[in-house]
């Protein structure tokens, strides 16, 4: 073998090496910082009225992002060649034809009192009064049969929770319910304290809206007793333990939400069957009650900021894709209870076994430079030891953020890890962890809009997703789920 012959062998070989080496580096650069604020600036505006899942407007937004992922470089991964997986949303809504009588006072359904919940009841019966009676001391009175009247209170609530007034009703129902159900109550009436009463213009939209299932999740009208509010100006109606005549008809019908979903594929032959899953939600609170003159809650940080983090990552990707192919689901009807993400998790675009991990965003565009929580990375939420490694080898390499970890404990008041879409994966035993940077003071608001988005923050959010996506998407190993995961809740 002459000279020259090793010599060319050795070029070669330092030259596929040097390719392997430059192959393995995430491509950074492809994230740009402009792409991140013109798309943000598109999705979160005005055009799209919210983005209310069930919506037309939800079905504008999903062509909107629809054609900027196939600009991206992605090609369709929905349903019959589309970017497209439309699902079935139930809608259960307590329709104007129901009626309550208390005493010889016919009241105006959501004017003089509200339904929490949205059942079929018809109930004749006493009402008892039992002022302000605290959970425990319900035994005391008889209430079998009858219905159970109290004042609101906000002992021993949480009061740390934040948007706390406009989830303050459900509160309320929590403290009570289960020992009112005991104990025999046909129904309950809340009178409202200072805290509800401020609450009301804010939980009528959405009480007069229902509550949404899909198919295994509130598909059908629970059988759970009516649980309705009046105005405290108004407790003289049941303080005598009047009869009340309820009849409350609720309806029950669907229409179609939707997940966009797009793939790039890997390059390796063997590892491109397998798929990283990117994933965030599209959807919103569409229009709503007035905050500061403003009524369309267009969520730019919730979650229009993971939306364009994955368009970004997208064109990375297309430039120099990864060993795995990249699965991208942008789900729809997050906000009715994480029906998108459900319904995915239960019918997957590909098999569910050759989904390795999920990396899901949710408001990844405000707050402090330099913190941000990883939520599953921590027990009991952690479901993978290699996943979670990945996620902070990342993060020691380039974005160095300082974890936000009581924001994963399970005693945190938000509950936040049970709250977005990485849940549905994370349950049918799919790797799974959750990026944010947690919630601020215009969470679920009008003011919630592009201008208000931290882009410096975004962009690093961005970068650590991307950056956690490659390794996964690269390493010879699949990420393990931990045995015996449990959630606590």
């Known amino acids: 073998m002459n000279k020259s012959y090793l010599f060319s ?3 070669i ?3 596929s090496l040097g390719n392997a ?6 491509l950074v650069s492809a994230i740009k910082e402009t792409d991140l604020r013109k798309d943000m600036y598109e999705l979160a505006a005005d055009q799209f009225w919210g983005r209310e899942a069930g919506t037309l407007d939800e079905l504008k937004v999903s062509m909107w992002l629809a054609d900027k992922a196939k600009e991206a470089g992605m090609k369709p991964a929905g349903d019959n060649g589309t970017f497209f997986q439309f699902f079935d949303m139930y809608r259960h809504q307590v329709i104007p034809q129901s009626n309550l009588k208390i005493g010889n006072n016919n ?3 959501w004017k003089d009192f509200l339904v929490a919940e949205p059942v079929n009841a018809a109930i004749d019966a006493e009402i008892v009064y039992a002022g302000n009676a605290e959970p425990e001391e319900l035994s005391k009175l008889n209430i079998k049969g009858k219905v159970l009247a109290v004042n609101a209170s906000d002992k021993n ?3 740390e929770m934040t ?3 406009r989830r303050y009703p459900g509160f309320v129902r929590t403290k009570y319910y289960n020992k009112a159900l005991e104990l025999g109550a046909k129904a309950m009436i809340f009178i409202t304290d200072d805290i509800s009463e401020k609450s009301w213009v804010e939980v009528l939209p959405q009480m007069t809206r229902g509550t949404y299932g899909v198919e295994g999740l509130r598909e059908k009208v629970t059988d759970n007793i009516p649980v309705l509010w009046i105005k405290r100006e108004n407790a003289g109606w049941v303080k005598n333990n009047p009869k009340m005549a309820l009849n409350l008809i609720t309806e029950t019908y669907k229409y179609p939400s939707v997940n966009i979903i797009g793939k790039i594929e890997g390059t390796d032959p063997a590892l491109k069957e397998e798929y990283v899953l990117l994933s965030g939600h599209q959807d919103h609170d569409g ?6 003159n403003d ?6 940080d919730d979650n229009a900021s993971t939306c364009v983090a994955m368009l970004a990552m997208a064109r990375a990707y297309k430039k120099q894709p990864g060993k795995r192919s990249i699965l991208f689901v942008f789900h729809g009807a997050e906000e009715r209870g994480l029906l998108g993400s459900r319904w995915h998790a239960a019918h997957p675009v590909v098999p569910k076994e050759k989904i390795v991990a999920v990396l899901n965003g949710d408001m990844i565009g405000r707050n402090d430079n330099n913190e941000a929580a990883l939520l599953g990375g921590n027990a009991p939420h952690k479901n993978s030891e290699e996943l979670v490694k990945m996620a902070e080898d990342a993060n020691n390499e380039s974005t160095k953020f300082k974890y936000l970890k009581d924001w994963d404990s399970p005693n945190h008041a938000e509950y936040f890890y049970f709250r977005s879409d990485h849940l549905p994966y994370a349950k049918i035993g799919i790797p799974a962890i959750f990026f944010t940077s947690v919630l601020h003071d215009q969470y679920h608001t009008p003011q919630d809009e592009s201008e208000n988005i931290n882009y410096k923050k975004l962009y690093k959010m961005t970068e650590w997703m991307y950056r956690t996506s490659w390794k996964v998407a690269n390493e010879a190993e699949r990420p393990k789920v931990i045995s015996n995961f449990t959630l606590e809740r």
Do not use: C, E, W
């Open 9 to 11: 062998l050795l070029s």
């Open 13 to 15: 070989l330092l030259f």
């Open 21 to 26: 080496q430059n192959y393995k580096k995430p």
């Open 107 to 109: 009241l105006k359904l």
């Open 157 to 159: 609530i949480d009061k």
């Open 163 to 165: 948007l706390f007034v």
């Open 287 to 292: 229009i709503r009650h007035p905050v500061k």
């Open 295 to 300: 009524t369309i809650y267009n969520g730019a």
